[in-house]
């Protein structure tokens, strides 16, 4: 069902910027890539695996220099490195998505960049995605909830994950 939505949505250029760059590894637009992802060979998906490989490992990379020179550069224990990291990456999504989404670069390249580069150097940039896709479909108050409730979530969790663990490491 999800497939045959996004399919229509696509075909009738309906999508968003970042409703494409959401979709994207799901569906390809016929107009950028010529043929559906289900007409792929599986070269094609060794292809893409390597693309985002590649691109991750490099993003990785990347935002472990940024924190090191953050680091070295304001001497804080605050973490400005990775608040730059995540506001520098969503930017960086938000212009590729537009690029991607009016068929100004191959698919493959939103792999490598998109999925990749920005998901390794980011550690934000795909909930900041998925929170611009709600919005920009018009439900502002799910995009808040959603917003809201990761943040509360991921760090709920993470106390949870540090005191279900501390008493075996006591």
């Not at 804080?76 to 938000?94: K, R, S």
């Not at 795909?126 to 611009?132: K, P, R, V």
């Amino acid at each position: 069902i999800f497939w045959l939505w996004s399919r229509a949505c696509v075909q009738r250029n309906r999508l968003s910027a970042l409703e494409y760059a959401k979709l994207a590894p799901l569906v390809v637009h016929r107009r950028i890539a010529n043929v559906s992802i289900r007409d792929r060979s599986r070269g094609w998906l060794m292809n893409a695996a390597l693309l985002v490989f590649i691109g991750g490992g490099l993003g990785s990379v990347l935002r472990h220099g940024v924190n090191l020179l953050a680091a070295k550069i304001f001497a804080t224990g605050y973490p400005i490195g990775t608040f730059l990291v995540n506001v520098v990456g969503a930017l960086l999504v938000g212009m590729l998505a537009e690029a991607f989404s009016r068929g100004h670069l191959p698919a493959d390249l939103r792999l490598f960049f998109i999925t990749g580069l920005l998901g390794g150097f980011t550690t934000f940039s795909a909930y900041s995605l998925e929170i611009g896709v709600l919005y920009e479909r018009g439900e502002s108050l799910a995009a808040l909830a959603y917003a809201i409730a990761s943040v509360v979530g991921a760090v709920g969790a993470l106390f949870v994950g540090m005191y279900a663990v501390r008493p075996l490491t006591a």
